[in-house]
């Protein structure tokens, strides 16, 4: 079954608020493909019926949406490959919640439920809000932070991942497969994706990778059936890991990965010096017996 069909049993029941009564309302002329369950295209545009809501909330949060943000948006519209009358859709909700009471926390706990928390998807969803807020340059607004911060929270993501985010831990999704490995990460970009001051320790460096790829593991993706979107946004933030723990291992190759090097170089320091110590004591030793003959 597709993983949009899955979705039914809890997706249906959110029909009947704000959110999905915009959705309910589209279902039955929004897709031209008629072969597509109806219980698919219900959760499917639920799901973006709860996107382009936060997107339109968190655009307007910092007091005017700007043209960056406005150009994202319709970015994210064409990576979701929507049809016309599907982006007309998407553009709709997003113009109505900008003036929405509904606060945008009833929209990721309704997400959530939907989603059924799943950490691959809460972070493509919210990785698209990222992208917005990113827009508007280095400097972050305080308010549209607080509310990525928020969706971490109530989607159930780990914590740190917006942290993380900010200082260079993001990959935008590559749906037409571009190299990735072209792009530059610093030694500081690479500890913040995993999560991680820089002293970490070896050990607790590949803990933190380990833990980071398994959310986005292939195996472990396919076994779910999640759509094409999910899955580029899971491979690049897959590069992007792999990346940062190269660099890591590649900058810090001596002080942090092999810590053991460390130990034996002190260790035949330490020894030498006490060979140099007991030469010194036996000399001194050897020079006082002498005198003590004469």
Not at 130 to 152: A, C, D, H, M, P
Request: a positive charge; charged letters at 25%.
């Amino acid at each position: 079954m597709n993983w949009w069909g899955k979705l039914v049993g809890t997706g249906v029941g959110m029909l009947a608020g704000p959110i999905g009564a915009m959705a309910g309302a589209a279902i039955g002329h929004l897709y031209d493909d008629k072969t597509v369950p109806k219980n698919e295209q219900q959760a499917r545009i639920l799901y973006l019926a709860y996107f382009f809501s936060c997107a339109g909330k968190i655009a307007k949060a910092d007091g005017v949406i700007s043209e960056s943000e406005i150009k994202v948006t319709q970015s994210l519209i064409d990576r979701l490959k929507l049809n016309k009358k599907t982006s007309d859709f998407a553009k709709n909700v997003f113009r109505k919640s900008k003036a929405s009471k509904r606060h945008i926390e009833k929209d990721y706990h309704e997400l959530g439920q939907l989603i059924k928390y799943d950490i691959t998807v809460g972070q493509s969803f919210l990785g698209g809000l990222f992208e917005i807020v990113q827009s508007n340059g280095k400097t972050f607004n305080r308010n549209q932070l607080l509310l990525l911060f928020l969706g971490e929270e109530k989607l159930k993501l780990p914590a740190g991942t917006i942290i993380s985010w900010t200082k260079g831990g993001y990959s935008p999704p590559h749906p037409n497969h571009i190299n990735t490995s072209n792009y530059t990460i610093t030694l500081e970009e690479s500890f913040e994706t995993l999560g991680l001051p820089s002293n970490s320790s070896n050990e607790e460096i590949k803990k933190a990778y380990r833990e980071k790829a398994s959310h986005f593991h292939p195996d472990k993706l396919s076994s779910k059936n999640l759509p094409s979107e999910f899955l580029d946004f899971a491979n690049s933030q897959l590069a992007r890991i792999n990346q940062a723990f190269e660099e890591i291992k590649k900058k810090t190759s001596y002080s942090i990965i092999r810590p053991s090097l460390i130990l034996i170089t002190r260790l035949q320091l330490w020894a030498s010096s006490m060979l140099w110590v007991t030469s010194r004591t036996e000399m001194f030793s050897s020079v006082a017996s002498f005198d003590k003959t004469e």
